[in-house]
């Protein structure tokens, strides 16, 4: 079992309530400690003597710049397209999910590593690998390990968007119809989550779920719609999964946490 869990909060992302995370993991695991603290750069800084503050926090600065990613094209397509920033799609800052990870890894203290310890951490920024094949950075939701990383950002941007609902968007905003898309938006806000969007801790949950299994059992992902461990391919699927009034763990893998308590307990 897992000896103690550190939920890291994402001040910038509005909504995102990580008390709430917190509550309901450990009634979900009532033997381990689960503990908030702020964001993770803020907090392991803060570990450390004053005077060593700002030349850490110069040092990780750096770090972050040297892997931050400017141009979404993958290194072996930037001689045939061109680039493509961040910024041109409207995103914040990017990051290499494996690169980020290494630079947090190296900051948890020795008493908190191993499989007992699950490091949480919630960004606003976007994290991505380079798939081999594919010409442009691939975002993703969650990058699994040490820490475990979860982009907030990335639960609007990485699931795909009701296709007629892109169609038409672009298509408005080729006309300049800026209102018509307002609406559009306004009908569709039940089907998509939005940047700034309150449901946003529901979600975040249900990927703290995600990091929780994994860790527990080596794999995440359900068959189930309504379970919050279905890797979500599109907005409706990410609606129906944790936000749906439905929702909820399914009876396999409430089950398999039941089993791992039980475990526990007879040791
Ligand atoms: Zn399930």
Known sequence: ???AIYIYDAPDAIGLDIGVIAQYLSELLPDTQVQTRTDFFTYHIGQF???????????????????????LVAPDRRGDLPPVAPEDEDLPTVYQ???????MRAMLPQDER?????????????????????????????????PTIISTTGFVEVPAL???YS???????SFGMDEAVEELDERFAERALAHGDTRITRVAIGYALHALFQRLFGESGCDEPSCPLRHARTHDELIEAHLSENSGLCDHHTRMLIEA???KGAR
Not at 167 to 173: T, Y
């Open 1 to 3: 079992m897992i000896k």
């Open 261 to 263: 308590r039980g475990e």
């Open 162 to 164: 009701p296709r007629e």
């Open 49 to 71: 003597d004053l005077e060593l503050t700002d030349a850490l926090t110069e040092q990780v600065v750096v770090r972050l710049d040297e892997r931050e990613v400017h141009n």
């Open 167 to 173: 169609f038409r968007r672009a298509q408005l905003l």
């Open 97 to 103: 999910a494996e690169q980020l990870q290494d630079v």
């Open 114 to 146: 191993g499989d007992e310890h699950l490091h949480i951490v919630y960004i606003t920024q976007c994290i991505g690998h380079f798939e081999p094949g594919e010409p442009y950075l691939t975002l993703q939701i969650i990058q699994h390990g040490q």
